[in-house]
Structures are given as structure tokens and as C-alpha cells.
T-cell receptor, first 113, second 113 residues
Framework: GAVVSQHPSRVICKSGTSVKIECRSL??????MFWYRQFPKQSLMLMAT?????????EQGVEKDKFLINHASLTLSTLTVTSAHPEDSSFYIC?????????FGQGTRLTVV | DAKTTQPPSMDCAEGRAANLPCNHS???????VYWYRQIHSQGPQYIIH???NNETNEMASLIITEDRKSSTLILPHATLRDTAVYYC??????????????FGTGTLLAVQP
């Protein structure tokens, strides 16, 4: 089946720094990718929809200036957490649709210290 | 908001069938029922999907009621590795930005030895 690769799988950063997470569709092209965040013992929460060649669409309550999304090619979307704070520590997951299925990356565990 | 309702948790004995219910009483005519599962600290994994007919694949069977207001995912012979959170999602099939997956709270299936 189709594969979505996410990198890094785990990252620790200092408060105030920025972190970039990459999401790649390895064997299909994805004009649309999705970014989720998941806190412990909670479900996945959709943060934004990444659109190739255009601006991302953010869900209500998600700060677009803090979570920068770039989708420069049909196989790569990046999420940059800017000026990270401890409350941004979470599990971030990306997804891409190879219709009719949606495929998910393995997730990135971000810890801000 | 998620358009599905699932029990928060279920237990199942190893080797027995696991039957996971899902209510989706407001499902639209063009919406499919999708099932995913998430094993701890991993990205969600696609299991199966269907529109109105029952479906079966190597992982599971999906039974959809005639009125399409509910469905049941069946794992025929549960193993310890099937312990995970199972999510039932309704969405229109297709790869567009409007076809995002919204996750509800899911069912934590605990397979007991």
C-alpha cells in the first residue's frame, strides 16, 4: 500500500526555538495533506489542510503564524512550530489521501523543554 | 465535529471475534464509513471502508445496517496485537481538501490473553 513518511519521529527542543517536521508521500502524489495534533489519551485533532502550491487552511483556534505549513511539491509538506513552548509538546501526525484511502505518517513526538 | 458515536472501551478474549459498534445516524448518501486503528504512539492504520454493502478484507469485516445509520467492525480472531484505539469515521471518498478525516473519541479495544 501507499506510504507516508514523517521525519523526525522524535525531537526535543528548547523553549523559544523552531522545529520543522517533514511529511512525504513516497509512492504517490498528494495535492492535499493534513496535519493533526494529539495530546496524551486524546483523539487526533485536525490542525490544518496543506494545499500544494497555495496557502494552507487552518482549523478554528489554530494559530497560522505559529504553525507554518509549506507544501511546495506534490510529495512534501512541512510543518514548522515556531517559538515553541512547553504547551506545544505533543504528537504531530500528517496524512495524505491516495483515494479512497487516507494514509498516515508514523508521527512526530515533540517535546519542548 | 465528528459524526460518529462509539463506546469508549471494550474487552475481547484472544482468539475470539471482536465486534466494534459505531453509530452514524446523520450520515449522508454519498458518505462512506471508514475504520482506522491506532496502536499506541503510532500513526493511524487503515482497516476497511464501505458505502452500503458489507465488506471483507484480510484484516476485518464491515457490516453496515440497511438504513446506514450504524455499522460494526468485526475482527474475526482477535490477537494481542489488535489492542488499539479503533476509529469509525464517515466521509466522502476522494482526495480533495474537503474530504478531511475528522476523528471522534474512538473505542479502546483491549484484547485479553
Amino acid at each position: 500500500g501507499a506510504v507516508v513518511s514523517q521525519h523526525p519521529s522524535r525531537v526535543i527542543c528548547k523553549s523559544g526555538t523552531s522545529v520543522k517536521i517533514e511529511c512525504r508521500s513516497l509512492d504517490f502524489q498528494a495535492t492535499t495533506m493534513f496535519w493533526y495534533r494529539q495530546f496524551p489519551k486524546q483523539s487526533l485533532m485536525l490542525m490544518a489542510t496543506s494545499n500544494e502550491g497555495s496557502k494552507a487552511t487552518y482549523e478554528q483556534g489554530v494559530e497560522k503564524d505559529k504553525f507554518l505549513i509549506n507544501h511546495a511539491s506534490l510529495t512534501l509538506s512541512t510543518l514548522t512550530v515556531t517559538s515553541a513552548h512547553p504547551e506545544d509538546s505533543s504528537f504531530y501526525i500528517c496524512s495524505a489521501i491516495n483515494s479512497p484511502e487516507a494514509f498516515f505518517g508514523q508521527g512526530t513526538r515533540l517535546t519542548v523543554v | 465535529d465528528a459524526k460518529t458515536t462509539q463506546p469508549p472501551s471494550m474487552d475481547c478474549a484472544e482468539g475470539r471475534a471482536a465486534n466494534l459498534p459505531c453509530n452514524h445516524s446523520t450520515i449522508s448518501g454519498n458518505e462512506y464509513v471508514y475504520w482506522y486503528r491506532q496502536i499506541h504512539s503510532q500513526g493511524p492504520q487503515y482497516i476497511i471502508h464501505g458505502l452500503k454493502n458489507n465488506e471483507t478484507n484480510e484484516m476485518a469485516s464491515l457490516i453496515i445496517t440497511e438504513d446506514r445509520k450504524s455499522s460494526t467492525l468485526i475482527l474475526p480472531h482477535a490477537t494481542l496485537r489488535d489492542t488499539a484505539v479503533y476509529y469509525c469515521i464517515v466521509r466522502v471518498a476522494g482526495g480533495g481538501a474537503t474530504n478531511k478525516l475528522i476523528f471522534g473519541t474512538g473505542t479502546l479495544l483491549a484484547v485479553q490473553p
